[in-house]
């Protein structure tokens, strides 16, 4: 049976990665690297800040530490929080889905975001009351698509609720990393094709448009035996 919900953050529930691109590009300019478009969605969209910094290092030859990295990732989190400030990041719908979801079965959050990006966003709309556990970049050793946040997901949804099987979860993500890393951490999952078509989430038991059209009897139907 159904007994609890873990949205990825970016892309599901928050419409920001246009703002992340534009935080990224900010602060490679600096460092004198244009970031395409293109291949943010294609190449790195999938990594958290420290893992997309390395990458970037990696494909234009520069020989980053993790110093230099770490710095970067504070530099491109206050870019962040600039451009989001006054502005709903959020999908259209996507706060009534919490708040409905919320009432029916506990919710948690396992994202690549920085847990300080996430919970202002959620304490922005006042939506912080409505999940059970938080699992940001920081919680885990490695990023998605190692199944990494999706055990850290369950193993603090079950402290907070009882014992929890990752089968009786459901994951909505809106990339093919953020899928296989649920799967690889047992969880029944749902696409949401707000950042890639439908064709780029094959891997998921079910796909959705966007994240206003979830319907929780389907999410019960995936967990039915």
Not at 126 to 131: D, E, G, R, T, V
Request: charged letters at 25%.
């Amino acid at each position: 049976m159904l007994r609890a919900i873990v949205f990825d953050f970016d892309g599901v529930l928050a419409n920001s990665e246009p703002l992340h691109l534009q935080a990224y590009q900010d602060i490679l300019a600096g460092e004198g690297i244009a970031l395409a478009e293109n291949d943010y969605y294609t190449r790195y969209l999938g990594f958290d800040d420290v893992g997309a910094f390395a990458a970037i290092g990696r494909d234009r030859g520069r020989t980053w530490t993790r110093a230099d990295i770490d710095r970067l990732v504070l530099r491109k989190a206050a870019s962040l929080e600039a451009l989001e400030r006054d502005v709903s990041v959020l999908f259209p719908g996507a706060a009534t889905v919490v708040r409905r979801a919320s009432i029916a079965v506990p919710l948690a959050i396992a994202s690549g975001a920085r847990g300080e990006e996430i919970r202002r966003v959620l304490e922005r709309e006042n939506l912080a009351s409505c999940f059970t556990a938080i699992v940001a970049a920081e919680d885990t050793p490695v990023s998605k698509p190692a199944p990494d946040p999706y055990v850290r997901a369950v193993q603090r949804l079950s402290h907070a609720v009882g014992d929890l099987a990752a089968a009786d979860c459901v994951a909505l993500e809106d990339s093919r990393w953020g899928l296989q890393s649920a799967r690889a951490a047992g969880l029944r999952t749902v696409g949401v094709a707000q950042t890639y078509d439908r064709s780029a989430l094959v891997e998921a038991d079910l796909v959705i448009d966007t994240i206003d059209s979830l319907d929780l009897r389907d999410l019960a139907r995936l967990c039915s035996p």
